[in-house]
């Protein structure tokens, strides 16, 4: 009687452990589950007629192509609104360069049905004017980006360093800076919200940089300048503009192993992703 006592004893102990287990266990991996992100590319100016030859490696002199001029959206249920790269808004930069269709980003996300004060987070691919002279449209965002890449590019007190960074923008990158918006991203493979992790060895510039986004069809990555075009990809040529050629084909190759799919991969420049993608506004495809 002794022995089945204990064996009672011992059984109902071990419903107990497991019943508490079984409680616990669903919250701890729930916590470690990833926010689903949607992903969206806006529109917000063509530049025509641009050389082909300024986007990819040895292309025909002759060819020229419309460029998409675009910005990334990222929506979640979590609370942040996240966009890849800030577009450009200068009016010097409109009479230079003269783009078809122009509308202001913030402007531009709003036809993806956001404010601009709702923007929590922007991640600068890299310190060119077309990328980054936006950033200041987004009131409340934290400002990603590579530690090197600012410190590459302005001195302490804000001079410019590295030619690739023009003067307004680096007074605005030194203010950002003062204000304590900027969020330094110190290397490869970070994941610097829950589901998007940002990537170098692109080499647009001196650190460059782009993004892995967990959404429901699964690894999208936004390549931004590190890969203008689709036929960057295809045909295995380096971008025109880079610090480093054999980093940037390196880069795209590994673009692969990170997405779920090549066709997941968006390039920065390439209007051929309006047509590739669902239309869901004016000038705004959801990427899946």
Known sequence: MKTLSVLVYLSRRIVVAVTTFACFAPIAVSAQVAPTWEAYAIRYATVPAFRVSGLIAGADTSRRLDLAMSVWLLKSSSGRTVLVDAGFQRADLIARWKPAGFMRPDSAVARAGV??????????????????????LFPNARIWIQREEVDHHIDAGGAVLDRAIDAPDALMLTTLRAQGRLAYVDGDAQEIIPGITVYTGGKHTFQSQYAGVHTAEGTVVIASDNMYLYENLEKHLPIAQTVNAASNLAAQLRMVTLATSPRLIVPGHDPAVFARFEMVGVGVVRIR
Do not use: E, L, N
Request: proline share 0%.
């Open 115 to 136: 404010k601009a004060t709702d923007i929590t987070d922007v991640i600068i691919s890299h310190i060119h004017w077309d990328h980054f002279d936006g950033a200041d």
